[in-house]
């Protein structure tokens, strides 16, 4: 069984890179753990994340995100099961402004100046 969920929030304060970093190391040693993969856009200080993987996963995952007071204003954007994964070789891809490329970060996808990538697309698609 493998179920999706998708929201859209609020970073409560601007996240600078070493703190996106930070989240994003964490996250990709705990999604392994959990089975989970997913993708994680960041603009305008708006996130929207895909994840994916067992459902006691993506509900444990979602109550602390939902704990999280580094955003707020969480959107649930769609949550049900799913036939494959849209993000199979990454625990965690994170797409952003192409400023984050000189970090060299593993599963990072630069956006075009309209904050999208075909990565963005496939993470917030119903
Ligand atoms: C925008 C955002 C995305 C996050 N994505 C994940 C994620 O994919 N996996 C993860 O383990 N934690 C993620 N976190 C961190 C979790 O909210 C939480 O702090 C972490 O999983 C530890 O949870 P716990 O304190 O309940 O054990 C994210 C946090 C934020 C603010």
């Known amino acids: 069984m493998l179920e999706r969920l998708v929201y859209r929030s609020k970073a409560t304060h ?3 890179s ?8 964490l996250c990709r ?12 856009l960041y603009t ?9 993987g067992p459902p006691a996963s993506i509900e444990s995952l979602w109550q ?9 204003d969480l959107e ?12 199979n070789d990454w625990s965690m891809a994170f797409s952003s402004y192409s400023y984050f ?4 970060i593993s599963g990072f996808f630069p956006v075009d100046p309209d904050g999208m990538n075909d990565a963005a697309k496939r993470c917030s698609a119903a």
């Open 14 to 16: 601007k996240l600078g």
């Open 18 to 25: 070493l703190h996106l970093f930070n989240l994003l190391s």
């Open 29 to 40: 040693v705990k999604n392994k753990r959990m089975d989970i993969t997913g993708h994680l």
């Open 44 to 52: 305008e200080e708006i996130f929207v994340q895909c994840i994916e």
């Open 64 to 72: 602390s995100l939902l704990r999280d007071e580094r955003h707020h």
């Open 76 to 87: 649930l954007l769609s949550r049900g099961p799913a036939s494959q994964r849209r993000f």
């Open 101 to 104: 490329n000189k970090y060299n």
